[in-house]
């Protein structure tokens, strides 16, 4: 499964590659935003800087919700770097700018995703990416665990080549389950990998085996 970091946090992107696990990076308008990043050049400017720091696919947000507005927007990001994969929301224009970007040989990672079905129009579209978004779904009492599952379903069923990346993965345990249901790509916070690190038992062995070492070598 592929590792890709949820933020617009340079040094967070940074020290996720400096671990040798991150294969790619997630952003939305709301990620830069909480950066302090606004204004189209300066955003522009900031998705090169991520494509500098990592080697995989960056997924970078349009703004507009028409399809004109959308391939206006997604053309200009996918000039900007090899790596961009236009970010394109689940509404009727997206549907239909992903069958014109995939057309046109551009990736695309279609977001916000909330149903089995959504998944399977934005498959049919040709989208390299689906986004479900799985804490948002527990933020509701639904369990977005289970959504990925329906979509491995289905797109093993019908060989779709569309890769399901996991979204709005918030703890070790949401990374562990998508891996187990067989999402192709997690996107999370920093925190989360990192929290997969820890174990108690890891930290008591390590003291164990430092403790016997300082005796021997005294």
Not at 45 to 56: A, N, S
Not at 69 to 96: C, F, R, S, T
Request: with cysteine; proline share 4%; charged share 20%.
């Amino acid at each position: 499964m592929q590792f890709f970091i949820d933020t617009a946090n340079l040094d967070q992107i940074q020290e996720a590659q400096d671990l040798g696990i991150l294969d790619g990076v997630t952003t939305n308008p709301s990620l830069m935003f909480k950066e302090g990043i606004s204004g189209e050049q300066k955003i522009l400017d900031h998705y090169l800087k991520i494509c500098e720091i990592v080697d995989g696919d960056v997924s970078a947000e349009v703004i507009a919700t028409d399809f004109d507005g959308i391939i206006k927007e997604g053309q200009a990001l996918a000039e900007l770097h090899e790596q961009i994969v236009v970010k394109v929301p689940m509404v009727k224009d997206g549907l239909k700018a992903i069958r014109w970007f995939a057309d046109n040989d551009i990736p695309t990672n279609c977001t916000l995703i909330f149903s089995p079905g959504q998944a399977l129009l934005a498959a049919k579209a040709g989208a390299t990416y689906v986004s479900p978004f799985i804490g948002r779904l527990d933020d509701v009492s639904t369990d977005g665990l289970q959504l990925i599952s329906d979509i491995r379903l289905i797109f093993d069923n019908y060989l779709f080549d569309t890769e399901i990346l996991a979204a709005s993965a918030r703890h070790p345990m949401h990374i562990i389950e998508c891996a187990k249901r067989g999402a192709d790509v997690v996107t999370a916070p920093l925190s989360a990998m990192l929290a997969l690190l820890n174990h108690p038992l890891t930290d008591k062995g390590l003291e164990q085996f430092l403790a016997d070492h300082a005796k021997g070598n005294k």
